[in-house]
């Protein structure tokens, strides 16, 4: 059985809980898209070379094995600033593109989370799901889950940074598709998401519009 669920959104709107609780409760294999790019982005740091130096971070990302995804430092601030500017890079975004694809349509199911996965990687995902949050809302639960309780202006800023950065770029940019279920989750609690995006997964798995 081949069924994709695209979760696309904004940082810290609470996709990455949202999809891994979908893929718990169906029984999917799931896939943090943005830890690619994470793991390109900070690649292209420690090799001192510069995250913008299009050709070495395209060489980075064609060199991608799922190995990378398990180093320790990709949750970082530091990280998810380099994953941004490596992601709005032609090149980087072409060499993932295979591997999302095929683990998009594995057998047995799969969630994935990211961008641009119900726009690009898998426009044909059987559900899909945008979910978002006020900017400011995202900053405090961002906060929370950083290390040594950063000042929330600062954590703002780099989201609203990185926000910009993946919405106005040229290729992928962040939108939501046209078929997805919008998730507000500024007053929303987890359950409360969760329970909104099992509703919406259930009624496409029974064939439901
Ligand atoms: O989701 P996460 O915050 O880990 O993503 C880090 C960065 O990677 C994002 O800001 C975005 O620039 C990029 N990204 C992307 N497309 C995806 C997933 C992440 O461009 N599907």
């Given amino acids: 059985m081949k069924f994709t669920i695209a979760v696309d959104g904004p940082a810290a709107a609470g996709k990455?809980?949202?999809?891994?609780?979908?893929?718990?409760?169906?029984?999917?294999?799931?896939?943090?898209?943005?830890?690619?790019?994470r793991a390109v982005g900070v690649q292209a740091l420690h090799d001192g070379r510069g995250v913008i130096d299009t050709a070495w971070a395209g060489e980075l990302a064609r060199r991608f094995t799922e190995a990378d995804m398990?180093?320790?430092d990709l949750r970082?601030?530091?990280?998810?600033?380099?994953?941004?500017?490596?992601?709005?890079?032609?090149?980087?975004?072409?060499?993932?593109?295979e591997f999302q694809k095929r683990f998009a349509r594995r057998e047995?199911?799969?969630?994935?989370?990211?961008?641009?996965i119900g726009t690009v990687i898998c426009p044909a995902a059987e559900a899909?799901?945008?979910?978002?949050?006020?900017?400011?809302?995202?900053?405090e639960r961002r906060r929370a889950e950083l290390p040594?309780?950063?000042?929330?202006?600062?954590v703002l800023a780099d989201l609203r940074a990185r926000d910009a950065r993946d919405a106005e770029r040229d290729v992928a940019p962040m939108v939501a598709a046209e078929d997805a279920l919008l998730l507000d989750t500024t007053d929303l609690s987890i359950n409360a998401a969760v329970a909104q995006?099992?509703?919406?997964?259930?009624e496409r798995l029974q064939g439901g519009g």
């Avoid at 899909?128 to 900053?139: E, H, N, S």
């Avoid at 995006?197 to 259930?202: E, N, P, R």
């Fill in 16 to 37: 990455g809980t949202i999809a891994k609780a979908l893929a718990a409760h169906f029984g999917f294999a799931h896939l943090d898209t943005g830890l690619l790019y």
């Fill in 70 to 72: 398990q180093r320790t």
């Fill in 76 to 97: 970082t601030a530091r990280a998810g600033q380099a994953a941004s500017k490596v992601a709005a890079l032609p090149e980087v975004r072409s060499a993932l593109l």
């Fill in 108 to 116: 047995g199911g799969a969630v994935l989370d990211g961008r641009d």
């Fill in 128 to 139: 899909k799901l945008f979910v978002t949050a006020a900017d400011t809302v995202r900053a």
């Fill in 148 to 154: 040594g309780s950063p000042e929330l202006a600062t």
């Fill in 197 to 202: 995006a099992i509703a919406h997964v259930q």
